[in-house]
């Protein structure tokens, strides 16, 4: 018996399941709106190139067209300038182990429901460890919201006249997750992992540009946090390996206990 048989095993008898992150991914998936200045990410398009007709009698398929970062997406360092010239920053040359980590779940679901602009701070993160221990290093923290029960795109972005209100990262917490714990990378509910409000901080996107210029890794649009234990199930999350690509959409799987 190894590990990796006993796994299986554990599978197989159901006393570990596999639990889908990821959205499913369609012409209906919400796409982040950036202001007019920046360029835009389309939405996604699919179209058929045959299904069992005269373009392919026995055969079906489709062209996809999206942006890298729409729906259950990864974000690479090469993403932000922060981090263009770390080594192995981009979808193609991260190493694979990396993609491979445990799960510390920190549950701010109420917090975010008495205030959709919630930063989490570090002593939220201490009363966490307090709880249930110290972040492993190469760890992924995944910031369970609630808020992919939001199925309607206008109530998923929440985008107001002042901009979207969504949930985040306080800048020093992600200078303790990047540097002191030295996490794989964050992982969100909403359509990226910096708050709605982003934008609007000193310095804007403040998320992005310290976990990319650590040389750390974003998950967005996750989904089915609530089915996770704060610790001890693992998750994959490997992107596409398109070169020298900045993130892509993925499926995210967690191996938790039943
Ligand atoms: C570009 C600019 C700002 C943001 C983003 C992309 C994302 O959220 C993303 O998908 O990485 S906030
Ligand atoms: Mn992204």
Known sequence: MTVLTQLIDELNAGRLRVVDLSHSLGPDTPVIGLPPIFGASPGVSID???RYCDQGPAWYWN????????GTHFDAPIHWISGKDLPENATDTIPPRRF??????I???????????????PEHVAAWEATHGRIPAGAWVLLRTGWSTRTDA????????????????????????AK?????????????????????????FPNHGIMH??????????????QLPATGAIVIAAPLKIANGSGSPLRVLAIAPA
């Open 154 to 177: 206008a109530s998923f972005l929440n985008v107001h006249a002042d901009g979207p209100h969504s949930p985040g990262f306080h800048a020093t917490t992600s200078m303790l997750l």
């Open 48 to 50: 058929v190139i045959s």
């Open 63 to 70: 062209v996809i067209h999206m942006g890298e970062h729409t």
């Open 100 to 105: 491979v980590g445990p799960a510390c779940v």
């Open 213 to 226: 210029g650590a040389g750390k890794f974003g998950l967005a649009s996750l989904r089915n946090l609530d």
């Open 180 to 204: 002191d714990r030295d996490v794989l990378g964050v992982g969100v509910e909403t359509v990226g992992t910096d708050a709605g409000q982003a934008g609007t901080f000193d310095p804007p």
């Open 107 to 121: 549950d701010v679901t109420a917090d975010v429901q008495r205030n959709n602009d919630y930063l989490l701070m």
